[in-house]
């Protein structure tokens, strides 16, 4: 009987150098898999802000513009967070912390803190620095003021805004008592825009005029309506002013023709009743008896062009 002989083909075995890279590799993987699931604590700085601040308590120390949080989470939701940096400013409510000592003394949790919401993902706080914000009752004179944004906006052609909004449009400002008669306005950080052509808002730091003067916020905002300019045209009567009683009197024309820009949208047919052109029959013009139109009402909002004429003529008729 025949003997069949297979052809049997060796395997070769990888050269050191390859052996070498392929042991690295599958420790790299799995100490990234150790790693992700291993559990750590990594400390975070976020950017806060302030609402609803006690306005008859004055702060120990002035509130933190930001606070430094640890949190205790896996590897692999740690590098998460590290993804979703710069977080946004987190907003803190007053009245959403625990007060401690009649109302001395905030406490700063996890669970009062809703950091979900710039995490984008569930995290265990182990400790927040600082914890605790310490307040004292306020001493000396204290008083409203308004709020005042120093403003310096370029519109983009064919653009304007409404007249800014501004929250809270006053404050209490209290400490030493000549410091407080002496202020009767708290500006803001100055808004420098160019070429704006969109409605917006923005959040504006509070500029204490002396050291010695406190303040129950530290930021207010501001609202900007911007919409697009039209022209447009109307006619309307001209009325006599200063005239004697028992006259009859005819203006020719009897109306002048305005053109004016406005917001679009921002002006009803109605309000058109608000223009008043007037003339005053004490001061004709001498040299051609002529009586010069001028506006006596106008508009909110509203910016005239041209009227014309310019000039009417009157004549009166005793009665």
């Known amino acids: ?61 002035p509130l933190p513009e930001r606070l430094s949080i640890d949190v205790k989470a ?8 590290m993804l979703n940096k710069p977080f946004k400013k987190l907003e803190i409510d007053f009245n ?16 009062q803190l809703n950091l979900n919401s710039i995490f984008k993902i569930e995290t265990q706080v182990k400790h927040i620095s600082p ?32 007249k800014p909004l501004v929250q809270p449009a006053f404050v209490t400002i ?34 204490k005029p002396q050291n010695n003067l406190y303040t129950g916020l530290n930021e207010v905002s501001v609202q900007v309506q911007v919409d697009k300019l039209i022209e447009q045209e109307i006619l309307i009567p001209v009325h006599s ?16 023709k305005l053109r004016y820009t406005t917001l679009q949208n921002n002006m009803e047919l109605a309000d058109t009743a608000h223009f008043k052109a007037l003339i005053d029959e004490g001061k004709v013009n001498k040299q051609n008896n002529k009586y010069k139109v001028f506006l006596g009402t106008v508009p909110n909002n509203i910016t005239v062009m041209s009227m014309e004429p310019k000039e009417v003529e009157v004549l009166i008729f005793k009665q």
């Not at 599958?26 to 150790?34: D, K, N, T």
């Not at 291993?38 to 008859?56: A, C, G, I, L, R």
């Not at 896996?74 to 998460?80: A, R, T």
């Not at 000396?140 to 304007?160: E, N, S, W």
Request: charged share 15%.
């Open 1 to 61: 009987m025949t003997k069949i002989k297979a052809n049997i083909i060796p395997l070769k075995k990888p050269g050191k150098t390859k052996a070498f890279f392929i042991c690295l590799f599958i420790a790299s993987f799995l100490w990234l898999i150790h790693a992700l699931n291993t559990v750590y604590t990594e400390n975070f700085k976020v950017d806060v802000s302030f609402v609803n601040v006690p306005v008859h308590r004055q702060p120990v120390e």
């Open 74 to 81: 896996s590897g692999l939701k740690l590098s998460l967070l």
């Open 96 to 111: 959403n912390l625990k007060a401690l000592n009649r109302n001395q003394a905030y406490v700063l949790s996890g669970s």
């Open 131 to 162: 914890d605790t914000l310490y307040f004292k009752e306020n001493t000396g004179f204290q008083k409203t003021v308004p709020v005042k944004v120093p403003m310096y906006i370029q519109y983009a052609p064919g653009y304007a805004c409404l």
């Open 174 to 207: 209290w400490g030493d008592t000549s410091a407080v008669k002496k202020t009767d306005t708290i500006y803001t950080t100055a808004l420098q825009m160019n070429q704006v052509k969109e409605s917006f808002s923005k959040t504006l730091t509070l500029i």
């Open 241 to 256: 002013i200063g005239g004697t009683k028992g006259r009859a009197m005819n203006i020719f024309p009897p109306r002048v």
